[in-house]
């Protein structure tokens, strides 16, 4: 529901709709799972006797404000990713912050408006009705495959132990049997399995974040080891950042294997032009003290020299195309300027080129028919005809990478500039769009992880109301941060804007499996160690089973043949792996040792 009301609303404001949004289905699912395991574990640590509605309030009681701190942190860090120049990532964080807003609102209503209704069922069970019956009126008895025996229906009977239930016995509610026929069957069976399904009793994830994972990890050999493997990752991550470096090879990425465009991209590659990059040189109007470009000869040869013999970036075949050395040797055979000839005047030049351009007897001066721009377009004479912009072509090297080809557009820039600057040339191909996105990918990446990263440490300051349990969730939120950018060398990604997304995205999504661990810690009494300890049994079974999900939820995108959703799933699995790791094996060990008072023990004092 609330991916769908995400993207209705985001229609409404008429937010674009683009590739890498199509990943947000799969990420909302996994996110909203999270708060869905935290409220269910803490209802089921309620008593089982009080009414439904008691135990809900209890549950939301507990796991309201962790889920409260979540959601906020989310949707801050999310917000965050939508003040950037890059528009795949603006659409993407807006449709985040929307689907993030509504899921919690969701959560929060509709998920226990159904909650409610289920511990109604529950009640029935207790009383000695089927789990899945309905109340037959007329016989007074409750009607279902469990009351069902032989072709009877049967009136549901309770033990004398249990008809105190105001009393809220939990023993005896738990003992509810009923009779059927000559046998008795429990109501609260296991529809998979032997035995009687128990609320109560933790489960598995709780007992092996709760009990047996820091049985280990905060004795004092263990919190050793979790401090030296902590260090041995940090330093594998660095080690790891070192070695990423910026690309974006979309034509390459962006088609999937098997298709006919991916043999004919290696053909080309192998013996044609392969990966590199065709552009141009534009010059516009001279100014007005010197109107034709009779007095810019010397400029247009200098420009094509240097890029010729000084740009490193631009290949020699094929060779710079120039229009200027075309009609030069038109004039003089074998001349590639032609600034002294007698033959060209400030008032004949421009309209000299024009004869050259459209005559039908020069082949080789049509060839450059629209690469020189007149006002107007068609002239008579020579006294109105004036050269407006021209374009010259050239070819760069192979682009191995992001880095070559940022330094490819500069220096094209600065040549052209250097060399004609009068004109104000611009080097420009539409592939420039991307390679000028490397320029800015780096910074903005950094500064919206920066900002999100400000917004976590606030907003939990605001909602966990003390300054080092939100200095420890944005110390767990940086380590994964960290991790995930040296892990994208591990696993063969590129820094560019699809994995500049998942590293903003990082901060929003880690920052859970700290945040609820973080709030216990708070909300329980005793020693540190018992805290942490107590904190991992309370809601770490939870925080697992939401990772848990999330994976589940982003697996099936590891079987995708497109670039984008493979670097989603190899860097969502990053985050889960290391959200983990540092939300139920790093964050327990350091509050362990230099956690914060409880918020009893501070209100005490």
């Not at 990604?493 to 999504?509: E, H, P, Y």
Request: proline share 4%; hydrophobic share 45%.
């Amino acid at each position: 529901m609330a991916i769908i009301t995400a993207f209705g609303l985001a229609q409404l404001f008429k937010i674009k709709f683009n590739l890498v949004v199509q990943t947000l289905p799969f990420l909302l699912l996994g996110l909203g799972t999270d708060d869905t395991f935290v409220i269910v574990g803490a209802y089921h640590q309620t008593d089982a006797a009080l009414p439904g509605e008691d135990r809900i309030a209890q549950a939301m009681r507990a796991a309201g404000s962790s889920i409260l701190v979540t959601s906020v942190t989310d949707m801050v860090a999310f917000l965050m990713g939508s003040y950037t120049e890059l528009p795949a990532l603006r659409a993407f964080s807006a449709y985040a912050t929307l689907g993030i807003i509504f899921d919690f609102f969701y959560q929060v209503t509709f998920f226990l408006a159904c909650l409610a209704l289920d511990t109604k069922r529950e009640k029935r069970a207790y009383n000695g009705a089927p789990r899945w019956g309905f109340q037959c009126c007329c016989l007074g008895s409750w009607c279902g495959s469990d009351q069902y025996n032989e072709g009877q229906f049967v009136k549901a009977v309770l033990p004398e132990s249990t008809k105190d239930l105001e009393k809220g016995q939990a023993e005896g509610l738990a003992a509810a049997t009923v009779v059927a026929g000559d046998g008795k069957r429990d109501p609260n069976r296991k529809i998979f399995g032997a035995g009687s399904y128990d609320p109560s009793a933790p489960s598995f994830a709780t007992k092996l974040v709760g009990e047996w994972i820091p049985k280990y990890t905060l004795s004092p050999v263990g919190k050793a080891i979790v401090i030296v493997a902590e260090c041995g990752l940090l330093a594998m991550a660095i080690y790891g950042s070192t070695k990423v470096f910026m690309d974006f090879q979309f034509r390459d990425w962006f088609t999937p294997d098997g298709s006919w465009l991916k043999d004919a991209f290696e053909v080309e590659d192998r013996y044609f032009s392969g990966d590199s990059t065709a552009f141009e040189v534009y010059t516009k109007e001279p100014p007005a003290d010197r109107p034709s470009y009779y007095h810019f000869q010397d400029d247009l040869v200098r420009l094509v020299d240097e890029l010729r013999a000084n740009d490193k970036f631009v290949t020699d075949n094929p060779p710079v195309s120039s229009w200027y050395e075309s009609f030069c040797n038109s004039v003089e055979p074998g001349q590639m300027s032609c600034a002294n000839s007698s033959q060209l005047t400030p008032d004949n030049f421009d309209f000299q080129v024009f004869q050259f351009i459209n005559s039908n007897d020069s082949t080789e001066g049509r060839f450059f028919n629209g690469r020189v721009i007149f006002e107007p377009p068609v002239c008579s004479t020579a006294d109105d005809c004036q050269i407006i912009s021209s374009r010259i072509d050239g070819q760069s090297q192979d682009v191995v990478d992001g880095q070559f080809a940022v330094d490819l557009v500069d220096s094209l820039r600065d040549t052209a500039k250097a060399a004609i600057p009068d004109l104000d040339p611009i080097a420009y191909n539409p592939v420039f769009l991307f390679y000028d996105g490397f320029r800015v990918i780096a910074w903005e990446t950094v500064r919206n992880v920066l900002m999100a990263g400000v917004a976590v440490f606030v907003m939990s300051l605001i909602v966990l109301s003390n300054f080092f349990a939100g200095l420890a969730v944005l110390a767990m939120v940086a380590a994964t941060d960290v991790m995930l950018f040296g892990w994208m060398h591990y696993v063969d990604l590129q820094f560019n804007t699809v994995t500049a997304i998942n590293m903003v995205l990082a901060v929003g999504i880690a920052v859970d499996y700290s945040a609820h661990i973080t709030h216990s810690f708070l909300v329980v009494k005793g020693t540190r160690d018992e805290r942490a300890k107590a904190a991992l049994f309370r809601i770490g079974g939870e925080v697992l089973a939401g990772a848990f999900t999330t994976f589940l939820a982003v697996a099936v995108m590891g079987a995708a043949e497109h670039y984008i959703f493979q670097v989603f799933f190899k860097m969502f699995a990053a985050i889960i792996m290391f959200g983990i790791w540092h939300g139920v094996i790093v964050l327990p060990v350091m509050l362990s040792i230099l956690g914060p008072v409880a918020y009893e023990d501070v209100a005490k004092q």
